[in-house]
């Protein structure tokens, strides 16, 4: 899970690029992105977690957006793809997501 907490803006961008892109190509696992925390995204950021998710769900492992607020959510659509995410309100959701998967998700491996 990457969590952030307050901003990833130009000063941390490539400490944040070395931290979450080792998960990001791992297929064979869930990339869950948690946002309730998150204060800013730059647009650098923005445009690399829609590559992420792009390049996932051309996979077929699309990222997991988990507390999104409304701004994150409408900045996604601009600047990325939307549609690329899993997006649920809360991580409780989410949890009751995974108690009962689609099928065409396979395993879940976290």
């Not at 925390?37 to 650098?44: A, D, V």
């Not at 995410?85 to 995974?98: H, K, T």
Request: aromatic share 14%; charged share 30%; net charge negative.
């Amino acid at each position: 899970i990457v969590k952030i907490n307050g901003r990833v803006d130009a000063f941390n961008f490539e400490a944040f690029c070395q931290e979450i892109l080792p998960f990001a190509r791992d297929f064979s696992r869930l990339f869950i992105f948690e946002a309730s925390r998150l204060e800013f995204l730059g647009l650098r950021t923005m445009k690399l977690l829609g590559e992420i998710a792009a390049d996932r769900s051309q996979h077929g492992r699309r990222p997991f957006l988990i507390s999104p607020s409304e701004k994150l959510k409408k900045q996604i659509a601009i600047y990325a793809d939307i549609e690329d995410w899993e997006v649920f309100r809360n991580f409780d959701e989410f949890q009751r997501y995974l108690e009962n998967p689609p099928a065409q998700m396979g395993e879940v491996l976290v």
